[in-house]
């Protein structure tokens, strides 16, 4: 480490602290000048490159990941800590894999199961964009097909995606034509 005053490469360690992100502060002095200062160590991760749907390969970005994730949650009751904590795990995920390329698919895959342990609309958000439909029915069809979409718990203060009407003896049924939507 050289001096940033008088660049003087012999110095002493007066301090070390751990921080809370992990990370070493050491309080210095020079040797030659007795200036003091302080230096961080972060231990510097690789990512793995990301394999865009035409082929192109980008650098893994957390800030970029939690952008997408944010535009999904625009207006639900998701905190930025959460959001945070979902980008640690799937960046954690990421590097417990150990390849050197992962596909885009694969990662949507992951953020959509994240999301949807967070917040119903903003799953339903975000798999709209990812995905390709067609239309409306393919993009239920798609979500209900891949069970990705379970009915909600009654308790929960959103709305299912699947219409749902009482019988005279309480039970919900599921329905699956506009019709049903429009009887209750």
Not at 137 to 143: A, G, Y
């Given at each position: 480490m050289k001096c940033p005053f008088c660049g003087h490469s012999e110095d002493k360690v007066l301090d070390t602290r751990v921080?809370?992100?992990?990370?070493i502060r050491r309080r210095r002095e020079c040797l030659q000048c007795k200036s003091r200062y302080s230096t961080i160590e972060t231990v510097v991760l690789s990512y793995p490159?990301?394999?865009?749907?035409d082929g192109r390969r980008e650098p893994y970005s957390k800030e970029k990941l939690l952008r997408g994730m944010q535009a999904s949650c625009q207006k639900r009751p998701v905190s930025l800590a959460q959001l945070e904590a979902s980008v640690e795990r799937i960046s954690a995920w990421l590097?417990?894999?150990?390849?050197?390329?992962?596909?885009?698919?694969?990662?949507?895959?992951?953020?959509?199961?994240?999301?949807?342990?967070?917040?119903?609309v903003a799953y339903v958000r975000f798999?709209?964009?990812?995905?390709?439909?067609?239309?409306?029915?393919?993009?239920?069809?798609?979500?209900?097909?891949?069970?990705?979409?379970?009915?909600?718990?009654?308790?929960?203060?959103?709305?299912?995606?699947?219409?749902q009407r009482k019988m005279d003896d309480e039970k919900t049924i599921t329905g699956n034509r506009p019709a049903d939507i429009i009887s209750n």
């Open positions: 921080q809370k992100d992990g990370g490159f990301i394999i865009k749907k590097m417990t894999r150990g390849e050197s390329e992962v596909s885009s698919k694969l990662i949507g895959r992951r953020v959509m199961a994240e999301l949807k342990m967070l917040d119903d798999a709209s964009v990812y995905r390709t439909f067609k239309d409306v029915q393919e993009f239920v069809e798609k979500l209900e097909g891949d069970e990705l979409i379970d009915i909600i718990d009654t308790s929960s203060p959103q709305l299912s995606l699947t219409p």
